[in-house]
């Protein structure tokens, strides 16, 4: 399993989608389509952040100020809008805009809509990634306590599931450009590993 995959297996269960569609009322398809575009743009963008050092070293300071155990579709249901907001805006930077028109043309919402969908999520995100980098943290650091030299990102190499055509390398959704925001050097990674990677390294430090 995968981040991407991860996150998505509780982004979109069916009552994380309603948590969403009742702040936004949006339907389930419409809901389930943009969740599907924007996670693998806010991993790429998270990952692109963290490839500094300071990047990193911030980025694991805003993560421990979101940690959040409930179910994913409390947090959704609760997020705070506002909060959300600012995360977005931190990920995307100068990019926020031209993130969401992408998403908009997409998917046929309104800004306003992409806007909302994003904050709500944005919560819920980082408590997400700040699970599963501790989650990993503690393999890597299992592995070498056992004096085992196991790559601690074996088990999130794996693509499948609801992502399994972008992750495989579709080339329907790999072609996208909101799928792709920053793929300058056609890298494709889309799935977390190097994200985590980048954190494990940055809480070493």
């Known amino acids: 399993m995968n981040l991407l995959s991860l996150l998505a297996s509780t982004m979109l269960s069916q009552s994380s989608v309603n948590s969403v569609s009742g702040k936004t009322g949006l ?9 599907m575009l924007a ?20 980025l694991l300071g805003a ?5 959040n155990n409930n179910s994913m579709d409390l947090q959704l249901k609760d997020a705070d809008e506002a909060d959300g907001a600012k995360i977005i805006h931190h990920i995307l930077g100068k990019k926020e805009n031209a993130v969401t028109q992408d998403l908009s043309a997409q998917t046929g919402l309104g ?7 994003l904050s709500i999520l944005a919560p819920g ?14 393999q890597a650091a299992q592995a070498a306590s056992a004096h085992q030299p196991a790559n601690p990102f074996a088990s999130l190499l794996t693509g499948g599931g609801i992502f399994g055509s972008i992750l495989g390398g579709g080339k329907e959704e790999a072609s996208s450009a909101a799928v792709n925001p920053m793929d300058k050097d056609g890298d494709g990674r889309i799935d977390g590993t190097e994200l985590l990677s980048l954190l494990l390294s940055a809480s070493k430090k």
């Open 63 to 67: 993560l421990s100020q979101h940690k």
């Open 125 to 138: 995100l980082m408590s997400g990634v700040s699970n599963a980098a501790e989650a990993n943290a503690a």
């Open 39 to 58: 996670l693998p743009i806010l991993i790429k963008y998270m990952t692109k952040n963290a490839s500094s050092g300071d990047g990193a070293l911030s």
């Open 27 to 35: 339907s389930s398809k419409q809901i389930q389509r943009l969740v």
């Open 111 to 117: 800004t306003d809509q992409i806007h909302q969908v």
